[in-house]
C-alpha cells in the first residue's frame, strides 16, 4: 500500500502527460492543416490582386478550417501572410499560421516549469503561385525566413 501511494501520482501525472501530448500533435496537425489552405489561398491567380482583400481572405481560410475543429475552437490566432500577390516564380507564397494553446489538465505543472502560460503551435506552408507556374526564375525565396 505504502508502494502504491507513492507510485500512483507519478503513473497519474504521466497518463495525463501522454494524453496531453496525443491532443497537442492533433491540433498541430489542424494548424498544418490550416497553413496548407492559407497558401492554397493565397497562391490562386487572381487578374486584380489586392494585398491586404488576399489577406484576408487568407485569414478567413484559415479561420475556417480552425474553427471546424473542436480542439481549435476560441484560441488565439496569428496569421502571417508573405508575398500574397505575387506573380514571378521566385516570390513564393508563404503562410504562417501560430496556435495560442494551452496543456489542459497539465497547465499550471507547465507554467510553474516553464514560465510561459501557454504553448504556440506554429506552422509554415510554402506555395508557388499559380500564375507563375511553369515560369523559369531563379532560386524560389521566401519572406518568411525559409
Known amino acids: 500500500?505504502?508502494?502504491?501511494?507513492?507510485?500512483?501520482?507519478?503513473?497519474?501525472?504521466?497518463?495525463?502527460?501522454?494524453?496531453?501530448?496525443?491532443?497537442?500533435?492533433?491540433?498541430?496537425?489542424?494548424?498544418?492543416?490550416?497553413?496548407?489552405?492559407?497558401?492554397?489561398?493565397a497562391s490562386l491567380y487572381r487578374a486584380q490582386c489586392l494585398p491586404d482583400a488576399v489577406r484576408n481572405e487568407v485569414t478567413a481560410t484559415v479561420n475556417a478550417v480552425l474553427s471546424a475543429n473542436p480542439l481549435t475552437k476560441a484560441r488565439t490566432l496569428e496569421v502571417e501572410v508573405s508575398n500574397p500577390c505575387s506573380t514571378q516564380a521566385s516570390q513564393l507564397c508563404c503562410v504562417t499560421v501560430r496556435l495560442h494553446t494551452d496543456l489542459g489538465v497539465l497547465q499550471s505543472i507547465v507554467e510553474i516549469v516553464s514560465g510561459k502560460p501557454n504553448v504556440i503551435l506554429a506552422s509554415t506552408a510554402v506555395m508557388r503561385p499559380e500564375a507563375a507556374v511553369g515560369v523559369s526564375g531563379g532560386m524560389a525565396s521566401c519572406a518568411a525566413g525559409i
Open 1 to 41: 500500500m505504502v508502494e502504491l501511494t507513492f507510485a500512483l501520482p507519478l503513473l497519474v501525472v504521466m497518463l495525463f502527460g501522454v494524453m496531453e501530448f496525443g491532443r497537442l500533435f492533433v491540433e498541430w496537425q489542424i494548424v498544418q492543416s490550416s497553413a496548407r489552405s492559407g497558401a492554397r489561398s
